[in-house]
């Protein structure tokens, strides 16, 4: 793509757009450059729309599956920016049936800084060179006492304490929630409950559990009191409805057996369990991903997993609940290699 002299274009709230021609039912990683003038902005600060169309020129009408749409923009996706200097951006999404043409809308949205945009743009058929999934059915007890073996003894890790975008949107969700109390299910060194207590005054009462004594020392030092050592066990002794707003960031993910503690994280909410997890369209163990600052594809961190958090959903509301769950799931990407597989899954009691 090549749209102007320089090799960085400034967003506006106009599109510009480029036709590019496609396979149809497949697969499409789109990679390019961003970069922001100030301070990082929101999540939503720029976006991509999509106009699919067939051989003939014909428009194929929306919706398109696994792409969001609104009335003010139509089919589109948020651009990620994964630091406060930008840098390589990458897009999943799949061509629908019939489709030979996309036209591609580059814009800015909700932003008070200025964005800019690489002038080229590569668009690869995406397959398993993404990432690698070991399909799994079942694991093994071994699995499950290893992954709690790893996860409980990587210290105090510097990416678990500074300060992360994706923070404060999970706060401005439970806030929105209006909870009095919470829980945090891995909650590591305490750094989302900390933004959500300063950012509301509201909750009187909250706890955080994980596996990882450093790291709960740690956030015990910085005058989180309420965060302590626990695993899913933990969460059996928790009376139904204690909680509020219980949830999880990027932490079911790393459970080898995932149903039983979102049953109970479930069970202990009185209002809305959030879970911010990952979903790269099958259950399995995530072997290798695709680095977007190496670029490269590395080995994926230790016991990190897939899961299909709809149908395991569906089966906990169904057979648990008795269907008497509100389930919503929206676009939530994080700043790391898989962050773009990541989705808000809020269950909200009826």
Known sequence: MTTAETDLVELSHDCFYIELEIRENTNYLLKGNIQIQYA?????????????SKRSGYLISPPYPGISSSNAVGPYKYIPIYSDKGGQFLITFQTPPDSYYVSLGFRLWNSKTKVFIGNQVEMIESHKDDFELEI????????????????????VSKGYTKAARWSHQIS???????PSSVLEFGCNAGRNLKI??????????????DINRDAINYGNLQGLEKLKVGDENS???????????CFTVSVIDHIPQPMNVVLNLIRISKKACLLLEPFLGDNGKVITNYSAQKQAIVETTPYSYSWDYEKLLQAINIYEFLNKLSIKVKDFPLDSNLGRYYK???????
Do not use: R
């Open 344 to 350: 808000l899954w809020i269950i909200e009691k009826k």
């Open 40 to 52: 990082i902005p929101a999540h939503n600060a720029a976006l991509v729309t999509f106009k699919f």
């Open 172 to 178: 401005d969700e439970i806030i929105s929630l209006n």
């Open 235 to 245: 969460l059996i002794d928790i009376s139904s409805g204690t909680y509020d707003v």
């Open 196 to 209: 959500l207590l300063d950012k509301a005054e509201s909750i009187k009462n909250y706890l955080g559990l």
């Open 136 to 155: 799994i059915d079942n694991l093994s007890t071994h699995e499950i006492e290893s992954a709690k073996n790893y996860w409980s003894s990587i210290g």
